[in-house]
């Protein structure tokens, strides 16, 4: 049986691409194809970067000639960089490459300055996996001979058993009424705009609040709801994962990802999985799927006054919560269902090992 080396970040490092590829691991097509998992990365300092890359580098090179196929993910600029080596190696062994892109904007990558490093990638894999039709559409339209592949991202697998309460988190529980943001707190994935819309509702719903699962700028954003006096009605949970990221999910009422750019969000992905209704943009991968008032809430990403009258919607509107929380449970058991996309994944390496 044909073996599959699989390059990406370190299992430790937090973020998307390493909750993608921990999915696949679980997929029947991991063990069919013998699939090892090399660490090229991890979101620490330079000398700890440099020792995943260094080391990873040099288990690519004595295992790739046992190995047939090499499954590539990456994203941003520094990403493609450090990926250029591991796809020369492969080509000079004459083997079969998936490149998988999980970029959150053309602009910073196949339309920016580095595009000569896509072209390259790109041009020399036998497949590039994308995370939407809208993603299609961006590479091919910046590298026509590319060949590419729609695979979303999965919705994953959830803990059922809530811990009694958050490891490394000791102040107020989120209360019963919350809307959930799950993610980097950064300007790119639009915290500070959730914020101000929530202050033009929150007098009129004051047993509501938003609860904010993430790193980043928590400072700036706490400064912000002091500002705008709703600091009482915001909770900062910091960086959740396990057993309390599970207990943040299913306390919330509703979820709200306001971002500007995105591939195709995991934290959407993964509200979905615990049947949560969704407020979203229609960025990245979204308008594949949404239907805007049936399965989501969407409005454009900036839109603060817009963002305002959804959250209220969702507030004041219990039966359209439901039905857009059915909607939710339906994408995690069909079109995003782990056990689908793995089933795409094992299809896409017999293709190409096969061509």
Same mark, same amino acid.
């Given at each position: 049986?044909? @073996? /599959?080396? =699989? %390059?990406?970040?370190?299992?430790?490092?937090?973020?998307?691409?390493? #909750?993608?590829?921990? +999915?696949?691991?679980?997929?029947?097509?991991?063990?069919?194809?013998?699939?090892?998992?090399?660490?090229?990365?991890?979101?620490?300092?330079?000398?700890?970067?440099?020792?995943?890359?260094?080391?990873?580098?040099?288990?690519?090179?004595?295992?790739?000639?046992?190995?047939?196929?090499?499954?590539?993910?990456?994203?941003?600029?520094?990403?493609?960089?450090?990926?250029?080596?591991?796809?020369?190696?492969?080509?000079?062994?004459?083997?079969?490459?998936?490149?998988?892109?999980?970029?959150?904007?053309?602009?910073?990558?196949?339309?920016?300055?580095?595009?000569?490093?896509?072209?390259?990638?790109?041009?020399?894999?036998?497949?590039?996996?994308?995370?939407?039709?809208?993603?299609?559409?961006?590479?091919?339209?910046?590298?026509?001979?590319? @060949? /590419?592949? =729609? %695979?979303?991202?999965?919705?994953?697998?959830?803990?059922?058993?809530? #811990?009694?309460?958050? +490891?490394?988190?000791?102040?107020?529980?989120?209360?019963?009424?919350?809307?959930?943001?799950?993610?980097?707190?950064?300007?790119?994935?639009?915290?500070?705009?959730?914020?101000?819309?929530?202050?033009?509702?929150?007098?009129?719903?004051?047993?509501?609040?938003?609860?904010?699962?993430?790193?980043?700028?928590?400072?700036?954003?706490?400064?912000?709801?002091?500002?705008?006096?709703?600091?009482?009605?915001?909770?900062?949970?910091?960086?959740?994962?396990?057993?309390?990221?599970?207990?943040?999910?299913?306390?919330?009422?509703?979820?709200?990802?306001?971002?500007?750019?995105?591939?195709?969000?995991?934290?959407?992905?993964?509200?979905?999985?615990?049947?949560?209704?969704?407020?979203?943009?229609?960025?990245?991968?979204?308008?594949?799927?949404?239907?805007?008032?049936?399965?989501?809430?969407?409005?454009?990403?900036?839109?603060?006054?817009?963002?305002?009258?959804?959250?209220?919607?969702?507030?004041?509107?219990?039966?359209?919560?439901?039905?857009?929380?059915?909607?939710?449970?339906?994408?995690?058991?069909?079109?995003?269902?782990?056990?689908?996309?793995?089933?795409?994944?094992?299809?896409?390496?017999?293709?190409?090992?096969?061509?």
């Amino acid at each position: 049986m044909p @073996k /599959v080396l =699989v %390059v990406a970040t370190s299992r430790k490092t937090r973020g998307g691409i390493t #909750s993608v590829v921990k +999915a696949h691991e679980q997929g029947e097509q991991w063990e069919q194809y013998h699939s090892r998992w090399i660490e090229t990365h991890r979101d620490k300092g330079m000398f700890t970067k440099m020792f995943y890359l260094i080391r990873g580098f040099v288990e690519f090179l004595f295992l790739m000639p046992f190995y047939d196929l090499t499954h590539i993910h990456m994203s941003e600029p520094m990403s493609a960089i450090r990926k250029v080596p591991f796809m020369t190696w492969a080509k000079l062994w004459r083997k079969k490459t998936i490149i998988h892109f999980h970029s959150f904007s053309p602009e910073t990558t196949v339309r920016s300055r580095f595009a000569f490093l896509y072209r390259y990638l790109f041009g020399n894999a036998d497949r590039v996996v994308v995370l939407s039709e809208y993603w299609k559409r961006e590479v091919l339209k910046e590298i026509p001979s590319a @060949k /590419v592949a =729609v %695979v979303y991202n999965p919705c994953l697998a959830h803990v059922t058993r809530p #811990s009694a309460g958050f +490891a490394d988190y000791d102040g107020p529980l989120p209360q019963a009424h919350s809307i959930l943001y799950a993610g980097t707190v950064n300007q790119r994935k639009g915290y500070a705009d959730m914020i101000k819309a929530f202050a033009k509702i929150a007098k009129r719903h004051d047993d509501w609040q938003l609860v904010f699962a993430g790193n980043g700028e928590i400072e700036s954003g706490k400064n912000l709801a002091e500002e705008l006096g709703i600091s009482c009605q915001i909770l900062w949970l910091g960086w959740v994962s396990g057993a309390d990221k599970d207990r943040a999910f299913q306390e919330a009422t509703v979820f709200c990802l306001p971002s500007y750019a995105e591939g195709f969000p995991m934290s959407v992905l993964d509200a979905w999985s615990y049947g949560l209704p969704v407020i979203t943009t229609p960025v990245g991968g979204i308008p594949d799927v949404a239907r805007d008032g049936e399965n989501m809430l969407l409005f454009e990403p900036g839109n603060v006054d817009e963002l305002a009258k959804c959250m209220e919607r969702m507030i004041t509107d219990k039966e359209l919560r439901d039905n857009i929380s059915r909607a939710s449970l339906e994408f995690a058991r069909t079109t995003f269902n782990i056990d689908t996309i793995n089933r795409h994944i094992g299809k896409l390496y017999s293709e190409v090992l096969k061509s």
